[in-house]
T-cell receptor, first 117, second 114 residues
Framework: GAVVSQHPSRVICKSGTSVKIECRSL??????MFWYRQFPKQSLMLMAT?????????EQGVEKDKFLINHASLTLSTLTVTSAHPEDSSFYIC?????????????FGPGTRLTVL | DAKTTQPPSMDCAEGRAANLPCNHS???????VYWYRQIHSQGPQYIIH???NNETNEMASLIITEDRKSSTLILPHATLRDTAVYYC???????????????FGTGTLLAVQP
């Protein structure tokens, strides 16, 4: 399957700081990328969908001003958690969807563990 | 709204077949059945998908009932490395559309025992 990478894999930050997470599709162009969040012992929750060159679409209850998403190219999307607080500590996972044509599949990155102190 | 129902957990002996059930009684005609798994602290891994015919690949087999209201994922010879949470998801496959997103339920925690 296609390869999706995330950086960093793990980050610890102080409360009030901002953290940027990168998601890259390594061997394909992804017109659409997705960001998920997963709390311990829970399932993945979709946060937002981003399309290259346009604004992200956020799921209900997700603050767009707190979770800034930029999808500047067909291989890179970034999620910035602004003014992070301990309750933002979570496992953040990105996913990229192959584009072009009618059929498309979705592949996931390895995740980023964010700990806010 | 949950579109699939899975048992929360299952055990399987190493080397035996693992059969993971999924109910999707409200599946639409253009929705596919997808299976992903998530090993602890990793991103989900695609396993297999199907529409109405049974499917097989190097990882697993997918058996879909004739009425498409349920399916079973089969891992033919489970190993300890197959211990993971297995997610059954239904979605349309065509590009675009609000229902094209992968929405995860609670999945089944498969524990392969030595």
């Amino acid at each position: 399957g296609a390869v999706v990478s995330q950086h960093p894999s793990r980050v610890i930050c102080k409360s009030g700081t901002s953290v940027k997470i990168e998601c890259r599709s390594l061997d394909f162009q992804a017109t659409t990328m997705f960001w998920y969040r997963q709390f311990p012992k829970q399932s993945l929750m979709l946060m937002a969908t981003s399309n290259e060159g346009s604004k992200a679409t956020y799921e209900q209850g997700v603050e767009k001003d707190k979770f800034l998403i930029n999808h500047a190219s067909l291989t890179l999307s970034t999620l910035t958690v602004t003014s992070a607080h301990p309750e933002d500590s979570s496992f953040y996972i990105c996913s990229a969807r192959t584009g072009g044509g009618v059929i498309n599949e979705q592949f996931f990155g390895p995740g980023t563990r964010l700990t806010v102190l | 709204d949950a579109k699939t129902t899975q048992p929360p957990s299952m055990d399987c002996a190493e080397g035996r077949a693992a059969n993971l059930p999924c109910n999707h009684s409200t599946i639409s005609g253009n929705e596919y059945v997808y299976w992903y798994r998530q090993i602890h602290s990793q991103g989900p891994q695609y396993i297999i998908h199907g529409l109405k015919n049974n499917e097989t690949n190097e990882m697993a087999s997918l058996i879909i009932t004739e009425d498409r209201k349920s399916s079973t994922l089969i891992l033919p010879h489970a190993t300890l490395r197959d211990t993971a949470v297995y997610y059954c998801i239904v979605r349309v496959r065509e590009y675009g559309g609000a229902t094209n997103k992968l929405i995860f339920g609670t999945g089944t925690l498969l524990a392969v025992q030595p």
